[in-house]
């Protein structure tokens, strides 16, 4: 059953993705036309503007309830298999680039690739961190002050004669419990999020606004293909299997 935070959320975000597609085939015209670099990058502020939206509106939702997020009913069987801690992996776009010079897509410089290089290691090592803290927040799931919640529940439940007032104690205890780990998914979840948009804005700054036109177009058409893909495989069951491997190189460039 699909929560009203669920509900709101998957509304916006088809609003959202429908917006993303209109940007893609900006982007993909301005990239044709060769356009001044200040229209450029007026396009690309434009598109990450649309990005910082996303997670504004996705963060507030959280706040009212964090587990449609870990469980999205908006997204695909496809696109929840590709998901990282409620979204994508921050890595991924270190392949987006690597794509776009095998198919001389953009020109880096020596000095641009020894960025880009820096910033993967670096951002590879906050992913790690995030994963921690989420197996950190699994295993307190079965923590010492729970696992005797779920005991004193179950002993209540099963005597005979149930004490009203002791089951209201219990059920209490375990709302705050239930309430320290929804916290702690948020914070995963924002922590997550973070390390994506640095990533995305790191990539960015370091490249040139007609290479950032190029990239962002890769990264829009992945998200939105990969939904497609998503959509029609749920819809048409028994379809031919989507070999993931093969995105990067033979369809986003």
């Known amino acids: ?86 979204g994508w992996k921050p890595s991924m776009i270190f392949s ?22 820096q910033l993967r290691v670096k951002i590879k090592l906050e992913e790690e961190k995030v994963e921690r803290e989420m197996e950190r927040q699994q295993v307190a799931m079965a ?20 004490v009203v007032v002791g089951n209201h104690q219990v059920e209490g205890l375990v709302e705050v419990a239930l309430k320290g780990v929804l916290a702690g998914l948020e914070r995963v979840m924002k922590a997550a999020d973070c390390v994506r948009l640095k990533a995305l804005k790191g990539v960015l700054d370091v490249l040139n606004p007609s290479q950032s036109l190029d990239f962002l177009a890769g990264i829009c058409m992945l998200q939105i293909q990969i939904r ?12 031919n299997p989507i070999i993931l491997g093969e995105l990067h190189n033979n369809v986003i460039f």
């Open 1 to 86: 059953m699909t929560s009203p935070v669920g509900e709101r959320f998957s509304e916006f975000f088809d609003k959202w993705i429908c917006q993303l597609d209109g940007y893609l085939q900006q982007l993909v015209r301005v990239s044709r036309e060769g356009l001044s670099e200040s229209e450029h990058q007026t396009l690309v502020s434009k598109l990450t503007a649309h990005y910082k939206e996303y997670y504004t509106v996705k963060w507030a939702a959280a706040h009212e309830d964090v587990l449609v997020f870990y469980c999205p009913v908006w997204l695909s069987k496809l696109e929840n298999a590709c998901s990282w801690l409620t």
């Open 143 to 162: 923590d010492r002050k729970v696992v005797e919640l779920v005991r004193t529940a179950r002993r209540i439940r099963n005597e005979e004669l149930v």
């Open 96 to 117: 987006v680039v690597e794509s776009m010079r095998r198919k001389s897509v953009a020109e880096l410089t020596e000095e641009q690739v020894r960025k880009i290089e």
């Open 228 to 239: 497609k893909w998503g959509q029609n495989r749920d819809n048409q069951k028994g379809s």
